[in-house]
């Protein structure tokens, strides 16, 4: 069953065209990478899909489904503590039961492995502790779909190891993800799909058996230089 669907989608910036008619289809629980050199294209597209930039041309289609997106920089509001940066949207914006909500909220604080920071604030968190809050906050809303932009790019290759380890977690929860990610090693272990992008446009598209064995100049090159 299909939870999004962007078909001939287009995007300028200054008459400089970012994406260049691009289709992508999601379906339910599936996890789908994005990779590609900067500029590419790669986090325009997810922008446009979470309605973060307009569109000039095409469509997106997400099928009555809900989605969240977890950021390159976090994005916690830094006057909130932990548990109220995950709960106060599904509480005042889907007007869900508090008790109910913090109940849940809690529980994803121990999914990923921060039951004790629920009273601690963004300040007091390392970078990797902070995403793994946004992770949370994006998953208290209960969405269908879940936009990943970059998860790890600031932070340190052992922070990077720990927000990774719980994305992999996430695939039991049959939520579909769509990582925009450098992580190549991680994007073959966990997706379904591997998007390649350059130049707006999406050159190569397959599993990562298919990726790995492109015979893309471009791709493998790009793959080699990691």
Not at 95 to 103: A, C, G, M, S
């Amino acid at each position: 069953m299909k939870v999004l669907e962007i078909k001939n989608l287009s995007k300028s910036f200054d008459n400089i065209e970012v994406l260049k008619s691009v289709s992508v289809e999601v379906s339910k629980g599936e996890v789908i990478s994005i990779i590609g050199p900067s500029g590419s294209g790669k986090s325009t597209l997810l922008r446009c899909a979470t309605s973060l930039e307009d569109i000039d041309n095409g469509s997106i289609d997400f099928k009555s489904s809900s989605f969240g997106m977890v950021f390159q920089h976090f994005n916690l509001f830094s006057h909130w503590n932990v548990l109220k940066n995950i709960t106060d949207a599904p509480i005042h914006v889907q007007k869900r039961n508090k008790d109910e909500v913090l109940l849940e909220g809690r529980m994803l604080l121990k999914r990923i492995g921060l039951s004790d920071k629920e009273s601690a604030y963004p300040f007091q968190l390392s970078g990797g502790q902070k995403q793994r809050v946004a992770i949370a906050r994006a998953l208290a809303m209960k969405p269908d779909i879940l936009f990943f932009d970059e998860p790890t790019s600031a932070l340190d290759p052992e922070l990077t190891k720990e927000v990774l380890n719980v994305i992999k977690s996430l695939k039991e929860l049959n939520i579909a993800m769509v990582i925009v990610t450098h992580e190549i090693g991680f994007a073959m272990e966990i997706s379904d799909r591997i998007i390649f992008m350059e130049n707006g446009k999406i050159q190569v598209e397959g599993t990562p058996a298919y990726i790995r064995s492109s015979e893309n100049e471009r791709l493998k090159s790009f793959i080699n230089s990691f």
